[in-house]
């Protein structure tokens, strides 16, 4: 099993940047694909981007491609999303997410509480 806490959400302009954290504990993070996913008030979560255990493998959502990069550290352990020129479309409650699946419905086992991105136009 794995506990996650996310960190770095907050308020920027469009166009802005900011970097999410995932701090893990749990003996089996190395094992585990890692993702991060996001959601809005009377919507469904939705896949943002994802990374296999070692690192090698990366997937995201057409609407971040270019924008968003996700990278892990197994040592530390955790898990980031570099987020550049965001939009306000980007604004939702980010959550970390452990036993990522690679296939659609990218769906995962393990949740971090979340935290919120608000992006201003």
């Known amino acids: 099993q794995v506990q996650l806490v996310e960190s770095g959400g907050g308020l920027v302009q469009a166009g802005g940047s900011l970097r999410l954290s995932c701090a893990a504990s749990?003996?089996?993070?190395?094992?585990?694909?890692m993702g991060w996913f996001r959601q809005t008030p009377g919507k469904e979560r939705e896949f943002v981007a994802g990374?296999?255990?070692?690192?090698?493998?990366?997937l995201y959502a057409d609407s971040v491609k270019g924008r968003f990069t996700i990278s892990r550290d197994n040592y530390k352990p955790s898990v980031s999303l570099q987020m550049n020129s965001l939009k306000p479309e980007d604004t939702a409650v980010y959550y970390c997410?452990?036993?990522?699946?690679?296939?659609?419905?990218?769906?995962?086992?393990?949740w971090g509480q979340g935290t919120q991105v608000t992006v201003s136009s």
């Open positions: 997410a452990a036993d990522f699946v690679f296939r659609p419905p990218y769906s995962s086992n393990y």
């Open positions: 749990g003996r089996t993070f190395s094992n585990y694909a």
């Open positions: 990374i296999s255990w070692n690192g090698v493998s990366t």
